[in-house]
T-cell receptor, first 110, second 113 residues
């Protein structure tokens, strides 16, 4: 199956700071999604982005499929951005099922 | 539009007991997924349905876990008998098809004592 590595594992930010989260994957994919799991456990889909760049408010994501990585940018972070960010990928080698990374835990301090 | 609904939200049982979880996906979503999330890890797919048929159950421990999606809408996941290592959050998700955005329910937190 596809291996998914996320970095860094933990990130502590001061409110207002910018950050970049990285997702590396081991094989070609045609499905890549970023999720935010809030402190109450709810998983929220942020982006469906198998390639290219998308932006949604203070969040943006870029996937370079040919180089097998994706980046999630958080700008002007707020305390509500705290939680765990997961990258999940799917491709031919795992029958298009989503394989999740271990996540990046983000803590934003006021 | 209503999101994915799950119940119960919490369940505590003793090992060797049985338990069932219910999921109602977003209306019109043909694909339904059950994931298991152990503390500190990402979700792991247990089973995927397309309408009322099973697409993938390769990671479902079939000796104790079962799932069904009658009429292609609601789904139930059952564990019988439960083991200590089944303590986890069970997440249900749905999507219009298998390569589109997945939407997750709030999950059921299971503790097996």
């Amino acid at each position: 199956g596809i291996q998914v590595e996320q970095s860094p594992p933990d990130l502590i930010l001061q409110e207002g700071a910018n950050s970049t989260l990285r997702c590396n994957f081991s094989d070609s994919v045609n499905n890549l999604q970023w999720f935010h799991q809030n402190p109450w456990g709810q998983l929220i889909n942020l982006f469906y982005i198998p390639s290219g760049t998308k932006q949604n408010g203070r969040l943006s994501a870029t996937t370079v499929a040919t180089e097998r990585y994706s980046l999630l940018y958080i700008s002007s972070s707020q305390t509500t951005d705290s939680g765990v960010y997961f990258c999940a990928v799917g491709g031919v080698s795992n029958d298009y099922k989503l394989s999740f990374g271990a996540g990046t835990t983000v803590t934003v301090r006021a | 539009e209503a999101g994915v609904a799950q119940s119960p939200r919490y369940k505590i049982i003793e090992k060797r007991q049985s338990v069932a979880f219910w999921c109602n996906p977003i209306s019109g979503h043909a694909t339904l997924y059950w994931y298991q999330q152990i503390l500190g890890q990402g979700p792991k797919l247990l089973i995927q349905f397309q309408n009322n048929g099973v697409v993938d159950d390769s990671q479902l421990p079939k000796d104790r876990f079962s799932a069904e999606r009658l009429k292609g809408v609601d789904s139930t996941l059952k564990i019988q008998p439960a083991k200590l290592e089944d303590s986890a959050v069970y997440l249900c998700a749905s999507s219009t098809n298998s390569r589109e955005t997945q939407y997750f329910g709030p999950g059921t937190r299971l503790l097996v004592l």
